[in-house]
């Protein structure tokens, strides 16, 4: 819950007061050791917002689940295991968890805060990056993804919104929110609820084998430098079945149109990346980097 202690009709410092419940925080309260600071953005289970820890007097993202979601178990244990899934992973390509707590009912986790905002955000307002920037930033999205490949999880929601970028314009993979592990019984999945975003999802996910893995989020590191170098989302359509047939079904996105300036190396790493049956993918992260390094020293 948060809390906003009441001004003092001097207009002083805030006195102290009994804690106030509100139905969910906004910018100059506090939970728990947090001010909340501005609204950042929204997804399907929590709103993010930039808040100072006043503690220790940094600057972070925290993510609260929305409060109408609080109440079903199911939510809330999704939304915790974002943080346990964080918490495997220590690596300058992901973003970082800093706490996980709850205040009554209320939910949060805070997270690093990165000030650069994300790679959608900055393919919006640029629009197609040169080609040096957008290897070498699918090649720093690879190292995120190694270091997750390596604690034994799969992301299952890469995509240009979920890659944020520091303020010197590196990469780190975020929001966990749907990772699994890559073995055991550990699906994180919910009956209605989608296991990816449209465009970006590999196609067993969209047939929703239980078996998915690495190779899934690959595939959506592949769509992700389709996007950089166009400007558009690997697959579009008028609706998300519109989009998921295309995906399981359809040839893979080509450069040539939209990009006949690129050597043919983007192509086909693309193609590999992205190939519709999983076996003929770059097996590891570790083998799509060597492709980005091959690329990068091409002539």
């Keep these: 819950m948060a809390t906003s202690p009441p001004a003092p009709a001097d207009g002083g410092a805030p006195a102290t007061a009994p804690t106030v419940v509100v139905a969910a925080p906004l910018p100059g309260m506090t939970l728990g050791k947090f001010r909340i600071e501005s609204r950042l953005g929204e997804g399907g289970m929590g709103v993010v917002y930039r808040a100072l820890d006043e503690r220790l007097k940094r600057t972070v ?112 993979l975020g929001d966990l929110g749907l990772a699994r592990a890559a073995t055991g019984d550990d699906r994180m999945t919910m009956t209605g609820v989608g296991i990816g975003t449209p465009s970006y999802m590999s196609p067993e996910q969209v047939d929703g084998l239980a078996d998915i893995d690495i190779r899934s989020d690959i595939h959506a590191l592949g769509g992700t430098l389709f996007a950089m170098l166009t400007g558009k989302a690997p697959f579009e359509g008028a609706t998300p079945f519109a989009v998921t047939t295309k995906v399981a079904t359809a040839e893979r996105p080509r450069l040539a149109q939209a990009r006949p300036d690129l050597p043919p190396g983007f192509d086909a790493l693309i193609q590999r990346a992205m190939a519709l049956r999983r076996e003929q993918r770059f097996a590891s992260p570790d083998e799509l980097l060597a492709a980005i390094r091959e690329l990068e020293s091409a002539p």
């Design 61 to 172: 993202a925290l993510k609260v689940l929305k409060q109408g979601l609080v109440n079903d178990p199911q939510f809330a244990e999704r939304f915790l295991r974002e943080a346990q899934a964080a918490a495997r992973v220590s690596h300058p390509h992901v973003v970082g968890i800093l706490e996980a707590d709850h205040l009554g009912d209320t939910l949060y986790l805070a997270f690093e805060f990165v000030p650069g905002g994300d790679l959608a955000q900055r393919i919006k307002a640029a629009g197609p990056l040169p080609a040096a920037e957008a290897l070498r930033l699918l090649g720093e999205c690879a190292e995120g993804l190694r270091a997750l490949h390596k604690a034994g999880l799969i992301h299952r929601d890469i995509k240009p919104g979920n890659i944020f970028l520091d303020g010197e314009g590196h990469a780190k």
